[in-house]
């Protein structure tokens, strides 16, 4: 009923920059929060960054300042763009967003099928 498809990750070098992407499509009435998370080996996964429907942003603290989650609305997509990567930002990136069904029934929680990024030399 509802998918979330992600985009945009891959082999970056230290310093360097990704724009990750998030589009949900299916019977979506309305997407209340969106956000980022992410999961590297042996770690439980943890949230990246968040955004609600009106815009209101709330980050890790370890990203403030580096990335900067942002919506469109009409378009039912969320973007992270990640500056000044890390070798410690390695993991997989995973999309999430709180749906509610075109029928009314929600908010569900949906997760994206995660985006690998590495950053390596």
């Known amino acids: 009923q509802v998918q979330l498809v992600e985009s945009g990750g891959g082999l970056v070098q230290p310093g360097g920059s990704l724009r990750l992407s998030c589009a949900a499509s299916?019977?979506?009435?309305?997407?209340?929060?969106m956000g980022w998370y992410r999961q590297a080996p042996g770690s439980q996964r943890e949230l990246v960054a968040a955004?609600?429907?009106?815009?209101?942003?709330n980050y890790a603290d370890s990203e403030k300042g580096r990335f900067t989650i942002s919506r469109d609305n009409a378009k039912n997509t969320v973007y992270l763009q990640m500056n000044s990567l890390k070798p410690e930002d390695t993991a997989v990136y995973y999309c999430?967003?709180?749906?509610?069904?075109?029928w009314g029934e929600g908010p569900y929680d949906y997760w994206g099928q995660g985006t690998q990024v590495t950053v390596s030399s």
């Open positions: 999430n967003a709180r749906i509610v069904y075109s």
């Open positions: 299916g019977s979506i009435f309305s997407i209340y929060d």
């Open positions: 955004i609600t429907s009106g815009g209101s942003t």
